[in-house]
């Protein structure tokens, strides 16, 4: 079966179509700057990049052109008919969805239901749904989600101090997100390990323009980092990650509205707003290797808080079989990962700086053979656990929607009773 996942954003669409049963991706691409007079159209194959300037309207028009250049300018396909399934990446299930589901008129008023708390990623996610849905009338489309994973978080853990009834009449939770980064890396290491997927202890840290960090135990995540929204945590490539939330009605006295101060704290701090340089790490290593103190002090911000949080995981875990690093930062960064890593012998990490530098920009182990805590550097591939469960779900239905519907019911309910996440 050919799979095609699709991560649908704002402004931009990516997709890889992979040939299952061998995991083997066959193309990948996108399309950047959607909606614009000059978007780019871009695909891989074989090996050999190739990309053109073109005009796309919008989500329905790019997917359309997509599946359209699949098969008449890549050539991995005779007809978009060879396609059985298609997987979606959708940021925010809120608390009904604790695993990938096939998508019926159910799953579709969920996901813009809980557009509020994800208003700049449902809606264009919901938008690429739609899109195939209409270009693959007849194929099977199932959504993943970030906030999936997460769903095994203890009630200890997920609740915020605040009045109960913002719970009941709000949602306001602890939530997660990179919830498909995090189990893949859970999932991969543990058969690095030769563990059953249920049989891991880890903490993983996916490092990138945004970052989170999660405990895993058993398997099954029980804390992460990023909260009711992706803005907490550890300071990110432009969000500020944690703070005083009295920081934000001091300044809203000083004159600040509500626009400003969230234009503030998720596009104007973090590594950004330290260093006053730049929100990508490659650019301050550099500057710091030639003397800016700007730049290397946002770097020790960084590792520093992401220090704290592998205490503090460390703590709640008891028992940690592993530390993971991905993302393009916790795939590529030696320098973060040994800075992060430094003055943790007392948790049983420590660093090999040989095998560290050796690592960069693909999977290995970088732990020392003295560390109690085997470290892996695992690089990022949402859209292998994406066409994973696609391919998984899309067996067990057919292609009539009524199928497909029962069939989403039936894992739905079994979902929320299993309380863990499908895989």
């Known amino acids: 079966m050919k799979v095609l996942v699709l991560n649908a954003g704002s402004s931009s669409i990516k997709y890889q179509l992979y040939a299952m049963g061998a995991g083997q991706v066959l193309a990948r691409g996108g399309i950047e ?17 190739r990309e053109r300037q073109t005009r796309v309207a919008d989500h329905e028009e790019g997917i359309g052109l997509l599946l359209e250049t699949l098969a008449r300018e890549v050539g ?14 959708v940021v925010h299930g809120g608390e009904e969805f604790t695993g990938s589901v096939v998508v019926d008129e159910a799953v579709i008023r969920s996901i813009e239901k809980y557009a509020d708390l994800a208003p700049l990623h449902n809606p264009p996610n919901l938008a690429g749904i739609r899109a195939a849905q209409r270009s693959l009338p007849h194929v099977c489309q199932v959504a993943c989600f970030d906030t999936a994973f997460h769903a095994t978080i203890p009630r200890v853990a997920y609740m915020y101090a605040l009045p109960q009834e913002l719970y009941e009449r709000y949602h306001i939770r602890r939530y997660g997100f990179h919830g498909i980064s995090h189990r893949y890396m859970a999932r991969r290491v543990a058969a690095l390990m030769d563990r059953g997927k249920y049989e891991l ?7 990138g323009n945004g970052c989170s960090i999660t ?15 992706p803005l907490e945590g550890v300071p990110m490539g432009t969000r500020s990650g944690d703070m005083d939330p009295a920081i934000l009605f001091y300044l809203g006295e000083k004159g600040y509205d509500a626009a400003t101060l969230n234009v503030l704290c998720n596009k104007k701090s973090g590594l950004l707003g330290l260093s006053g340089l730049s929100n990508d790490m490659r650019n301050l290593e550099e500057l710091a290797a030639r003397g800016n103190e700007r730049a290397k002090f946002a770097i020790d911000v960084f590792c520093y808080r992401i220090k704290k949080y592998i205490g503090a995981y460390a703590a709640v875990l008891e028992r940690v079989d592993a530390l993971i690093f991905t993302g393009g930062i916790g795939q590529n960064s030696v320098g973060v990962r040994e800075s992060i890593c430094a003055g943790l012998r007392q948790v049983g990490i420590r660093l090999d700086p040989a095998a560290n530098r050796h690592t960069v920009g693909r999977e290995g182990e970088v732990g020392a053979a003295d560390s109690d805590v085997r470290i892996f550097v695992i690089p990022a591939n949402e859209e292998a656990a994406i066409a994973r469960d696609t391919y998984e779900l899309a067996l067990d239905s057919s292609d009539s929607k009524s199928k497909c519907k029962n069939q989403n019911v039936k894992l739905r309910k079994s979902s929320r009773r299993a309380g863990i996440p499908q895989f």
């Open 33 to 49: 700057r959607l909606g614009q007079e000059r978007c780019v159209l871009w695909h891989t194959c074989n090996g050999r990049r």
């Open 76 to 89: 991995v396909v005779e007809s978009i008919s060879e396609i059985g399934a298609v997987g979606h990446r």
């Open 201 to 207: 202890n880890a903490i993983t840290c996916h490092l």
């Open 215 to 229: 405990a895993v135990k058993n398997g099954r995540s029980i804390d992460t980092s990023m909260g009711f929204t």
